[in-house]
């Protein structure tokens, strides 16, 4: 029989694989693609990394609304898995990663990406602030908000990762590196990166995809630091990550989709 404190790698390996994949499509796809729809037009291609619509014919706010729409997914769809992380009762552990982690990846890359685009000229935010006056303060304003959000988010998850971690404090560090570290690395690293090599964009996607995903999650492995002795109430043993096929299924699913489609992109053919 596993120990209460086993933690199955591929079970990780998998369930950051649903989540990174995921949560890009909501930012691309939901996001950018819903406002495109709301505002009128017609998407034209959609990948793990970009979303292409033709702008012609529409006026800044109908850009700047696309622009938000994939951050705002984010958050949106953070704030869901954060309301269940609330409401679910910790007694399977890979259900229970499953939601903090997908609170985690969405609300860092939400709030990372509003905190860094405005200030740093690049990507969505620096879309949104084109034209606006004064643009400074807009910037400044944006990345402040984006600031409040990932360190908000990161006092919240720190709290909510203890059914995770147990009572042990070198086993505590152990495991919050390890349910923090592979996610970031070998899913928002390794896989995201990866299926942008054959992306139609070009291989500047492939450095700009890296970039925005290991720098919009980089809260989650500085979470780890954050991590010390346990409250007086938290139980000895923490939660076990332990095999499933359903949940290795999905990963590999979530895998070969963003490798094989959605990497490459899926264009949209209108008459």
Not at 150 to 177: I, N, Q
Request: net charge neutral.
């Amino acid at each position: 029989m596993p120990s209460s404190d086993s933690v199955d790698i591929a079970m990780v390996l998998a369930i950051s694989a649903v989540v990174y994949v995921t949560a890009l499509l909501c930012h691309e796809g939901l996001g950018h693609g819903l406002a495109c729809l709301l505002v009128g037009c017609k998407p034209q291609a959609v990948s793990t990394s970009w979303f292409a619509w033709d702008q012609s014919g529409f006026g800044p706010w109908a850009v700047r609304a696309v622009a938000a729409g994939g951050t705002i997914a984010n958050l949106l769809i953070g704030s869901v898995f954060l309301a269940l992380l609330y409401a679910f009762s910790p007694r399977s552990g890979s259900w229970y990663y499953f939601l903090w982690l997908g609170t985690a990846v969405n609300l860092f890359m939400g709030g990372g990406y509003l905190m860094t685009s405005p200030l740093f000229g690049f990507g969505d935010w620096n879309e949104f602030v084109k034209g606006l006056h004064p643009e400074i303060v807009w910037r400044i304003s944006l990345a402040i908000i984006g600031a409040l959000i990932s360190f908000g988010a990161l006092v919240f998850l720190v709290k909510h990762a203890e059914p995770l971690l147990g009572s042990d404090l070198k086993e505590r560090m152990r495991r919050a590196r390890l349910l923090c570290w592979v996610p970031y690395l070998a899913a928002g690293g390794g896989l995201m990166t990866a299926s942008t090599l054959f992306n139609s964009g070009g291989a500047i996607y492939v450095v700009s995809s890296a970039l925005a995903t290991l720098g919009g999650t980089a809260f989650l492995p500085w979470l780890t630091a954050w991590i010390n002795h346990p409250k007086s109430l938290v139980s000895s043993d923490a939660l076990p990550i332990l095999r499933s096929w359903g949940w290795l299924a999905a990963g590999c699913v979530a895998a070969v989709c963003s490798l094989v489609v959605f990497g490459p992109g899926v264009s949209f053919h209108s008459d």
